[in-house]
């Protein structure tokens, strides 16, 4: 067990909708990144965040935003889904922000299909 | 560009065989990180090394180590003595700054298969 908790496991919907992925990190881990691992991308880093600021943007798309929130869990919201957004996506943290300068503890991910 | 390559696509040996894992980059810059993840077969991901492009000393951590050369921008790795539990896919990746912020460009993985 990583420490880091990601909420739903699973998650099934239809295209169109807007869907929200909870992350908590470990405890005292100041910075979260989101991961997305599909058949088509492969693994895809997302976003990074350091106490509630962006510190790190990778491949995410316009119609997905994500937040950190002061008591430091973060939410990766996927609007106006489309079947390509079917993948697993996972959360990290670790205790600083430097990329590259610390260890990644990940979650258990959460897995989304579009219908 | 910058790119990471991992060419093997799947890897089997037979346990207690060493095996190695490679691994190349492309970047024109100075500064850079770079990783290895593992995949087990239960779906999770876990963190297992990352380098800075300005320490290029080998690491070793129990059975496993990681050879970077910068003459050939490689970062590979190598499992000694293998074990079934060590099947999984493995990616590598590259971190750097691009345009103010940092990007992280993965490989496409390699599965490694242990048989017992």
């Known amino acids: 067990d990583s420490g880091v908790t990601q909420t739903p496991k699973h998650l099934i919907t239809a295209t169109g909708q807007r869907v929200t992925l909870r992350c908590s990190p470990r405890?005292?881990?100041?910075?979260v990144y989101w991961y997305q691992q599909s058949l088509d991308q492969g693994l895809q880093f997302l976003i990074q965040?350091?106490?509630?600021?962006e510190r790190a943007k990778g491949n995410i798309l316009e119609r997905f935003s994500a937040q950190q929130f002061p008591d430091l869990h973060s939410e990766l919201n996927l609007s106006s889904l489309e079947l390509g957004d079917s993948a697993l996506y996972f959360c990290?943290?670790?205790?600083?922000w430097g990329a590259g300068q610390e260890t990644q503890y990940f979650g258990p991910g959460t897995r989304l299909l579009v219908l | 560009a910058q790119k990471v390559t991992q060419a093997q696509t799947e890897i089997s040996v037979v346990e207690k065989e060493d095996v190695t894992l490679d691994c190349v980059y492309e970047?024109?810059?100075?500064?850079?990180?770079l990783f290895w993840y593992k995949q087990p077969p239960s779906g999770e991901l876990v963190f297992l090394i990352r380098?800075?492009?300005?320490?290029?000393q080998n690491e070793i951590s129990g059975r496993y180590s990681w050879n970077f050369q910068k003459s050939t921008s490689s970062f590979n790795f190598t499992i000694t003595a293998s074990q079934v539990v060590d099947s999984a896919v493995y990616f590598c990746?590259?971190?750097?700054?691009?345009?103010?912020?940092?990007?992280?460009?993965f490989g496409t993985g390699t599965r490694l298969k242990v048989l017992a």
């Open positions: 990290a943290s670790s205790v600083a």
């Open positions: 970047t024109r810059d100075t500064t850079y990180y």
């Open positions: 380098r800075n492009s300005f320490d290029e």
């Open positions: 990746a590259l971190s750097l700054l691009i345009s103010g912020t940092y990007k992280y460009i």
């Open positions: 405890s005292g881990d100041l910075s």
């Open positions: 965040y350091y106490n509630g600021e």
